[in-house]
């Protein structure tokens, strides 16, 4: 089992800035891709920047030039730096990771979700 725990949400000022974090620990073999997630009130929950264990990066077109991904491998740690928030950020943030074990078994894991809330 791998558990994920993701850290650094809060309440921030339009314009404002917050890094997330999110760790992996438990029964870790090799960690492939991870990411992020957003899902707000009444809304789907909706891919917000993905990351794969080469550091390719993808992102929601509403994020671009603002969010950034990034990971540290030898930590499993993910992280989402998010600049110039909007009121339209505000969610709760997810952290996912697929994770293959030693027998090539692959699972994807969700950690609980941090709130990310934007004043106006």
């Known amino acids: 089992q791998v558990q994920l725990v993701e850290s650094g949400g809060g309440l921030v000022q339009a314009g404002g800035s917050l890094r997330l974090s999110c760790a992996a620990s438990g029964s870790i073999f090799r960690v492939n891709d991870m990411g992020w997630y957003r899902q707000a009130p009444g809304k789907q929950r909706e891919l917000v920047a993905g990351?794969?264990?080469?550091?390719?990066?993808n992102y929601a077109d509403s994020v671009k030039g603002r969010f950034t991904v990034s990971r540290d491998n030898a930590k499993n740690m993910v992280y989402l730096q998010m600049s110039s928030l909007k009121p339209e950020d505000a969610a709760v943030y997810y952290c996912?990771?697929?994770?293959?074990?030693?027998?090539?078994?692959?699972?994807?894991?969700w950690g609980r979700g941090t709130q990310v809330t934007v004043s106006s």
């Open positions: 996912t990771a697929d994770h293959v074990d030693s027998t090539g078994w692959g699972s994807s894991y």
């Open positions: 990351i794969t264990r080469d550091g390719r990066t």
